[in-house]
């Protein structure tokens, strides 16, 4: 099973930018999508962008502003977050889901935006 470590999150101004990547380390064997979710603070875990076979999916909330990326020989995986709102602030995870249907999880990493 692999483990995830996230990094690159903050505190950064409305307009601003933050680059998160993601670590992966152990077995990747059978991952076939990995991605970018986020939860703030009493609100849902959701979507923000996953890429599968080289396609990214993105949250239309982020469409345009955020852009999903992955060196999967390094086994390391970006999130590059552009024009960041307020609302963006969350707590961002990394997902690494298996092709027979696991889930692995990162502990995430905290994204404040202030307006």
């Known amino acids: 099973q692999v483990q995830l470590v996230e990094s690159g999150g903050g505190l950064v101004q409305a307009g601003g930018s933050l680059r998160l990547s993601c670590a992966a380390s152990?077995?990747?064997?059978?991952?076939?999508?990995r991605g970018w979710y986020r939860q703030a603070p009493g609100k849902q875990r959701e979507l923000v962008a996953t890429?599968?076979?080289?396609?990214?999916n993105y949250a239309e909330s982020v469409k345009g502003r955020f852009t999903i990326s992955g060196d999967f020989a390094k086994n390391t995986m970006d999130l590059q977050m552009n024009s960041l709102k307020p609302d963006d602030t969350a707590v961002y995870y990394c997902?690494?889901?298996?092709?027979?249907?696991?889930?692995?999880w990162g502990k995430g990493t905290l994204v404040t935006v202030s307006s």
């Open positions: 890429i599968a076979g080289g396609s990214p």
């Open positions: 152990g077995s990747v064997f059978s991952i076939n999508r």
């Open positions: 997902n690494a889901h298996y092709y027979y249907g696991m889930d692995v």
